[in-house]
């Protein structure tokens, strides 16, 4: 399969009041006009974060039939007078400070970046959709891929290939591995998940209950939570034959973002662009809901040596990308990332975050932490990415983009080799998932 936009809220005034204020245009609310908002702006209240220009021509089709406006940076509300803002050299009152007494410039190490990838795999087929998760990297250095309505699974030690499965209706939208490395779940655009045995490639279950494509799938011991276009989040206890547990109904769109932290806290993404926060995976109301994004939010994952930070990334129309504590509920910092944010990793050893991107650079781009600074940018996809997977030990990680290939970088250093075989860990997820039903 591969190879090495309202009319504006206007208080009621007499007519020499109009006179007096002229062409201005007076508000009640600190709202922006709607006559701000044009024809093209509001492409952008449609939540498809599928809809930005795919390359260069594109772009110019784009500015060409709808103006100069293009799709990529043009905002939806705008206010027509903008503040002007002060040259930062005019300000009499700055004052320049040095910490170097002795006027020695001090010199500060360079972070490294691979100038390109280690290795470049074809992945025919996969699916060029912002919402989907098509590839996953297991504890035991197994990636698997999904190429349409077929899964693969590629041993990085060994560089063998091997066919899963290929579902009968639909296509493969998200795969998630256990926490052990040796069961495979699978969500489909039919509303299906299933449950699969990696070593004997066998089926061990299907479970159905929701209405529409499978969004986002996770793991947290024994038990499986999926996201699903019904706007759902279903919690399955996989050892009961009545697996489903619990339903969490707080988003109002398709749930394209799951992930959990060590002690079970969830956190969901949706495409009504908020972040829901449950304490628990049976928890019936989230503890924290997050609205500052614009645009959906795929993109999440949890800190792994800070159990209650949270970074998540906004699609096109948003572009941010957020650190919370959730558990206080308070928005830490944020940077604007400049392009669709569609996947996130934390490397733990240098304190950094990496992030995938779409159109118009379709790059990596890597940040310090807590500061968000950028460190700098991995490039060599012609297609929008589509999200990221980490090897077992945290150094290695696997890009899939819509340019049907995908990417492995050598990005950050190894964890310690008990620290990424967690064996106790393993053993007991291993014992759990033997009364799979």
């Given at each position: ?37 044009s ?6 209240l ?20 709808l ?15 903008k ?10 009152l ?21 100038q ?16 989907s ?31 899963l499965l ?52 996770a ?11 019904d ?30 932290n ?17 304490e ?5 109301t ?13 993109a ?38 400049e ?5 996130i ?8 975050l ?15 932490y ?68």
């Amino acid at each position: 399969f591969f190879w090495p936009r309202f009319e504006a809220m206007t208080l009621s005034e007499s007519a020499d009041m109009e006179d007096a204020r002229g062409d201005v245009c007076m508000s009640d609310r600190l709202i922006p006009s709607r006559g701000t908002c044009s024809e093209v702006q509001q492409l952008k209240l449609e939540r498809d974060e599928d809809w930005a220009p795919q390359n260069d021509y594109h772009e110019v089709l784009s500015q060409n039939v709808l103006g100069k406006e293009a799709l990529s940076n043009v905002k939806i509300l705008s206010y027509q007078h903008k503040p002007v803002r002060q040259d930062p050299h005019l300000n009499e009152l700055k004052v320049l400070y040095s910490s170097n007494r002795d006027g020695k410039a001090t010199a500060r190490p360079c972070r490294h970046l691979p100038q390109s990838a280690t290795k470049v795999l074809d992945a025919p087929g996969i699916l060029d959709d912002f919402y989907s998760h098509p590839v996953d990297w297991s504890s035991q250095n197994v990636v698997a891929v999904a190429l349409a309505d077929m899964v693969f699974l590629f041993d990085a030690s060994t560089g063998n290939t091997k066919k899963l499965l290929q579902v009968s209706r639909g296509s493969v939208t998200t795969l998630r591995w256990t926490e052990s490395g040796g069961h495979l779940s699978i969500g489909s655009s039919c509303g299906e998940v299933q449950i699969w045995d990696a070593a004997s490639q066998r089926q061990l279950r299907n479970l159905r209950g929701h209405s529409g494509r499978i969004g986002a799938l996770a793991w947290h011991k024994h038990m499986l939570s999926s996201g699903c276009a019904d706007a759902e989040v279903h919690q399955h206890d996989v050892r009961v034959r009545e697996h489903l547990v619990s339903r969490m109904s707080a988003h109002s769109d398709l749930v394209c973002g799951l992930d959990y932290n060590s002690e079970g806290m969830l956190a969901s993404g949706g495409n009504d662009n908020i972040v829901c926060i449950w304490e628990t995976p049976t928890a019936e109301t989230p503890v924290h809901t997050f609205t500052e994004h614009q645009a959906a939010v795929k993109a999440l994952k949890w800190c792994p040596w800070q159990r209650h930070v949270l970074a998540t990334g906004g699609g096109s129309a948003d572009r941010q990308i957020c650190l919370w504590n959730a558990s206080s509920g308070r928005l830490l910092m944020s940077t604007n990332a400049e392009s669709q944010v569609t996947g996130i990793l934390w490397g733990e050893q240098e304190r950094e975050l990496l992030t995938a991107h779409g159109y118009s650079r379709n790059q990596l781009s890597l940040w310090k932490y807590p500061s968000l600074v950028k460190v700098g940018d991995l490039e060599g996809h012609e297609g929008r990415l589509l999200g990221l997977a980490q090897s077992p030990d945290g150094s290695l990680v696997c890009s899939p983009s819509a340019d049907e290939t995908l990417r492995f970088w050598r990005v950050f250093t190894p964890a310690s080799p008990d620290k990424a075989l967690a064996p106790s860990n393993k053993t007991n997820t291993n014992t759990i998932l033997k009364t799979i039903r």
